[in-house]
Nanobody, 110 residues
């Protein structure tokens, strides 16, 4: 499966962004978002199943919303109340983890 993340950008603290992830092939059962901040290891952010069951990392819970449209084979990450510590390259993937694609840069200024 090929995955393409998009929608990143520069935003002020407290702002919002919506990321998208387009997947090729059959809709995967579980899709995930990861992120890698400067000087940090890549970390899991959120997951969504084919029936839209969701889970979140504690650091983003109540601020981020993951969703998907199976008909479009697309996943989204709505990010609100952004903080400077959310600055990272955001990647999408499936479970089990597949080849990483190019992520999308999110930069939150204070």
């Amino acid at each position: 499966v090929q995955l393409q993340a998009s929608g990143g950008g520069l935003v002020q603290a407290g702002g919002s962004l919506r990321l998208s992830c387009a997947a090729s092939g059959s809709p995967p059962r579980v899709m995930v978002w990861y992120r890698q901040g400067p000087g940090k290891q890549r970390e899991w952010v959120a997951s969504v199943t084919s029936v839209s069951a969701t889970t979140y990392a504690d650091s983003v819970k109540s601020r981020f919303t993951i969703s998907r449209e199976n008909a479009k084979n697309t996943m989204y990450l709505e990010m609100n109340s952004l903080k400077p510590e959310d600055t990272a390259v955001y990647y999408c993937n499936i479970l089990p983890l597949s080849k990483w694609g190019q992520g999308t840069q999110v930069t939150v200024s204070s």
